[in-house]
């Protein structure tokens, strides 16, 4: 019941065209040095690097192209077992793409 919770997504409210979509995805993977896990026209799915430098479990983040605008979500990653705690790294990691749409001047684009 716990992941429940975690399953939410945070929506910016933009309305991008496709290509831009995909654009967004790769600098936003390109710059966290994130890779890219799985991708549709749609949906992608990253994943952050383990580390004690970096102060992260592993990340799944999923981005959403959708006619609401773009959905957000970052989960600890299923693969690596249960985590009590991310240490708010899910919570940085929203924030980071978010501050990346924002500095990308796609607000502009509102519906």
């Not at 549709?40 to 799915?45: D, G, L």
């Not at 479990?57 to 009590?84: C, F, M, V, Y």
């Amino acid at each position: 019941m716990i992941q429940k919770g975690k399953l939410e997504f945070k929506l910016e409210d933009i309305s991008i065209p496709q290509e831009s979509f995909k654009q967004l995805v790769k600098k936003i993977a390109l710059e966290n040095k994130w890779t890219i896990y799985s991708q549709t026209n749609h949906e992608v799915i990253l994943k952050t690097n383990p580390g004690f430098v970096n102060q992260s479990w592993g990340q799944n983040i999923t981005i959403r192209h959708s006619a609401e605008g773009i959905l957000i979500n970052s989960i600890n990653d299923i693969n690596k077992g249960p985590r009590l705690t991310a240490f708010g790294q899910n919570f940085k990691n929203i924030d980071e793409i978010t501050r990346i749409i924002e500095e990308s001047n796609l607000h502009n684009v509102k519906k």
